[in-house]
């Protein structure tokens, strides 16, 4: 049974009741279980397989199989069947039904539709059928993808590089590369080499960073059941995108360019990978991760996070492709494999799909020697949103500190020996004296670049913290555990250190501690708290506040005036 098919047929019981069926002619159908207008546009049958099946014990004479739907999404059909032989299966060939094309185009909703087949003999209009079967079918909206339980390849239907936003984005794009002297020509792979490709991908990325978009939660199990899609247009407006809305963006402007995207699937997510060379993979989905990991190492394509376009301040398009490798990273145990059969999902797999159909002539330029190309890419993201300074004089900017300049003899084959214990807690002492309060993942983070690592999984997480537990004191929040410097005692405040230029942090990476500091320097008396948050969030360098942001401001803005209350009382 393909995805997306629903079989269907009446079996009747003996009038007995006995377990032996009674003697009658009897339906079989399958049909497609959902239907939408992408559906339509690219001729995929709704009708996949009719039979009529005989336990009579004479042969039937001339019938009619007829075909009927509620709504009537579509016209009705009849079949001519000169005789069918007691016992025999009859199975209908031509299974071509015509779609009401307009009747799809303006649902708005999903709605439940019912298609009938009943059995007639020849001139028997009014009379009881001789057998009847209803199957239900799901019309979906223009904009609501099926999932991929559904069929998977269809997504692509919703790759719209036409969309009047793209325009936009790619006017932005041409700018980006422009201003920081490259060739603002949106050329694809015309002019050959992985280094260009990456530059047009990196300045798209920029390009829709600077858009500040939020993310919005997507629907449970999307990637199986699928869910409502907003196109370019609707992002734009709206400033809001799931992770499938910001892939299918992705993927549109990269396929207006030119150049060849792809979108990948895990367990509740969707994130977009692009060619850096003119090719394609042989067929439309893949479900084999070990493809994509070849393809990775040969510096052939790259994978990025999608939804980090939407952090404040911006993530560069280098930071997004190490996350979107550790999605598929052979340490990563919750990967999926969706196969063709609905609802089949493994741990082991990630399933791809091409966002494009088209066809590119391959690629006789070599690969440059690594996927992270031009360093101009650093500055797409970053420029879009640098924090604005607060009054106060004496504050500190945080910088990166590089724990690789305490330790020599820095040895990655090593890191999970117990030798190497001492070694790797110079280097964690290190960055928590320069830089604590700081993030747990944040510590993993810096620890595992400097190994040379470009994903941090779950092992490098769990033997940094082992380490550094046993060294420094913690205080624990909802976004992590942040390890403090032994000379500062967890509690304490700490002056707010907004990112330097060359730097990138996120808010969850600022503990509540500098927050209150921060609400201290950023808050007006006069102000609301409305106003007072927005200001908070300029200086962590955040366009718009999400929930999760906003509910830590407003913990770390009560604090503070807890603080003045309880000055004011003492």
């Given at each position: 049974?393909?995805?997306?098919?629903?079989?269907?047929?009446?079996?009747?019981?003996?009038?007995?009741?006995?377990?032996?069926?009674?003697?009658?002619?009897?339906?079989?159908?399958?049909?497609?279980?959902?239907?939408?207008?992408?559906?339509?546009?690219?001729?995929?049958?709704?009708?996949?397989?009719?039979?009529?099946?005989?336990?009579?014990?004479?042969?039937?004479?001339?019938?009619?199989?007829?075909?009927?739907?509620?709504?009537?999404?579509?016209?009705?059909?009849?079949?001519?069947?000169?005789?069918?032989?007691?016992?025999?299966?009859?199975?209908?060939?031509?299974?071509?039904?015509?779609?009401?094309?307009?009747?799809?185009?303006?649902l708005t909703e999903a709605e439940n539709a019912a298609v009938t087949f009943s059995v007639r003999a020849v001139g028997g209009e009014g009379g009881r059928p001789v057998a009847e079967l209803s199957c239900s079918?799901?019309?979906?909206?223009?904009?609501?993808?099926?999932?991929?339980?559904?069929?998977?390849?269809?997504?692509?239907?919703?790759?719209?590089?036409?969309?009047?936003?793209?325009?936009?984005?790619?006017?932005?794009?041409?700018?980006?590369?422009?201003?920081?002297?490259?060739?603002?020509?949106?050329?694809?792979?015309?002019?050959?080499?992985?280094?260009?490709?990456?530059?047009?991908?990196?300045?798209?990325?920029?390009?829709?960073?600077?858009?500040?978009?939020?993310?919005?939660?997507?629907?449970?199990?999307?990637?199986?059941?699928?869910?409502?899609?907003?196109?370019?247009?609707?992002?734009?407006?709206?400033?809001?995108?799931?992770?499938?809305?910001?892939?299918?963006?992705?993927?549109?402007?990269?396929?207006?360019?030119?150049?060849?995207?792809?979108?990948?699937?895990?367990?509740?997510?969707?994130?977009?990978?692009?060619?850096?060379?003119?090719?394609?993979?042989?067929?439309?989905?893949?479900?084999?991760?070990?493809?994509?990991?070849?393809?990775?190492?040969?510096?052939?394509?790259?994978?990025?996070?999608?939804?980090?376009?939407?952090?404040?301040?911006?993530?560069?398009?280098?930071?997004?492709?190490?996350?979107?490798?550790?999605?598929?990273?052979?340490?990563?145990?919750?990967?999926?494999?969706?196969?063709?059969?609905?609802?089949?999902?493994?741990?082991?797999?990630?399933?791809?799909?091409?966002?494009?159909?088209?066809?590119?002539?391959?690629?006789?330029?070599?690969?440059?020697?690594?996927?992270?190309?031009?360093?101009?890419?650093?500055?797409?993201?970053?420029?879009?949103?640098?924090?604005?300074?607060?009054?106060?004089?004496?504050?500190?900017?945080?910088?990166?500190?590089?724990?690789?300049?305490?330790?020599?003899?820095r040895d990655p084959d090593a890191f999970f020996d117990k030798s190497y214990d001492e070694r790797l807690l110079a280097m964690v002492s290190y960055i928590v004296a320069q830089e604590g309060p700081i993030l747990?993942?944040?510590?993993?983070?810096?620890?595992?670049?400097?190994?040379?690592?470009?994903?941090?999984?779950?092992?490098?997480?769990?033997?940094?913290?082992?380490?550094?537990?046993?060294?420094?004191?913690?205080?624990?929040?909802?976004?992590?555990?942040?390890?403090?410097?032994?000379?500062?005692?967890?509690?304490?405040?700490?002056?707010?250190?907004?990112?330097?230029?060359?730097?990138?942090?996120?808010?969850?990476?600022?503990?509540?501690?500098?927050?209150?500091?921060?609400?201290?320097?950023?808050?007006?008396?006069?102000?609301?708290?409305?106003?007072?948050?927005?200001?908070?969030?300029?200086?962590?360098?955040?366009?718009?506040?999400?929930?999760?942001?906003?509910?830590?401001?407003?913990?770390?803005?009560?604090?503070?005036?807890?603080?003045?209350?309880?000055?004011?009382?003492?």
């Amino acid at each position: 049974m393909d995805a997306g098919e629903t079989p269907n047929f009446a079996e009747p019981a003996a009038p007995d009741g006995s377990l032996e069926p009674a003697a009658a002619l009897t339906i079989e159908a399958t049909l497609a279980a959902k239907l939408s207008l992408a559906d339509f546009q690219n001729a995929v049958p709704l009708l996949r397989d009719l039979t009529l099946v005989s336990t009579l014990r004479d042969d039937a004479g001339s019938l009619e199989l007829s075909l009927m739907s509620t709504p009537a999404f579509v016209r009705p059909k009849t079949w001519r069947l000169e005789s069918i032989r007691a016992g025999d299966r009859y199975r209908i060939r031509d299974l071509d039904v015509q779609l009401d094309g307009p009747l799809l185009t303006r649902l708005t909703e999903a709605e439940n539709a019912a298609v009938t087949f009943s059995v007639r003999a020849v001139g028997g209009e009014g009379g009881r059928p001789v057998a009847e079967l209803s199957c239900s079918v799901e019309l979906l909206p223009r904009n609501q993808w099926g999932g991929l339980s559904h069929l998977p390849d269809m997504v692509a239907a919703f790759v719209q590089p036409n969309d009047p936003a793209v325009d936009r984005i790619l006017k932005k794009t041409a700018e980006l590369l422009r201003e920081h002297g490259r060739d603002a020509a949106l050329d694809g792979y015309r002019q050959a080499g992985a280094k260009r490709a990456w530059e047009l991908a990196g300045a798209a990325w920029g390009a829709i960073v600077s858009m500040k978009l939020d993310y919005a939660l997507p629907p449970a199990s999307f990637e199986q059941r699928g869910q409502k899609v907003r196109g370019a247009t609707q992002i734009a407006d709206s400033g809001l995108g799931t992770c499938m809305d910001l892939t299918l963006l992705f993927c549109s402007t990269l396929e207006q360019i030119g150049l060849n995207p792809i979108i990948v699937f895990t367990r509740g997510h969707a994130f977009a990978g692009v060619w850096l060379k003119p090719e394609e993979f042989s067929t439309i989905v893949i479900d084999d991760v070990t493809a994509l990991r070849k393809r990775l190492k040969l510096k052939e394509l790259v994978l990025f996070e999608t939804t980090l376009v939407t952090h404040r301040p911006g993530v560069t398009f280098s930071r997004a492709v190490e996350v979107g490798a550790e999605h598929i990273a052979e340490e990563k145990d919750d990967i999926e494999k969706a196969k063709a059969e609905p609802s089949v999902v493994q741990s082991s797999e990630s399933p791809a799909v091409q966002a494009s159909a088209a066809h590119s002539q391959p690629s006789q330029s070599p690969l440059a020697s690594t996927a992270v190309l031009p360093e101009v890419e650093e500055v797409y993201a970053r420029r879009v949103a640098e924090p604005e300074s607060c009054e106060a004089s004496d504050r500190r900017i945080y910088v990166e500190c590089d724990p690789a300049s305490v330790v020599e003899n820095r040895d990655p084959d090593a890191f999970f020996d117990k030798s190497y214990d001492e070694r790797l807690l110079a280097m964690v002492s290190y960055i928590v004296a320069q830089e604590g309060p700081i993030l747990d993942l944040a510590l993993a983070r810096r620890i595992s670049r400097a190994h040379g690592w470009q994903r941090t999984g779950s092992r490098i997480q769990e033997r940094v913290e082992g380490v550094a537990r046993k060294a420094f004191k913690t205080t624990e929040e909802d976004v992590g555990t942040f390890y403090w410097p032994t000379n500062l005692p967890p509690g304490t405040e700490v002056p707010f250190r907004p990112a330097g230029a060359d730097t990138q942090r996120s808010m969850d990476e600022v503990c509540m501690e500098e927050l209150v500091v921060l609400a201290r320097a950023a808050v007006e008396p006069t102000a609301t708290d409305d106003e007072n948050l927005v200001a908070m969030a300029r200086e962590l360098g955040l366009a718009r506040l999400r929930a999760a942001s906003r509910g830590r401001l407003e913990e770390a803005l009560k604090r503070f005036r807890r603080s003045q209350d309880d000055q004011a009382i003492s």
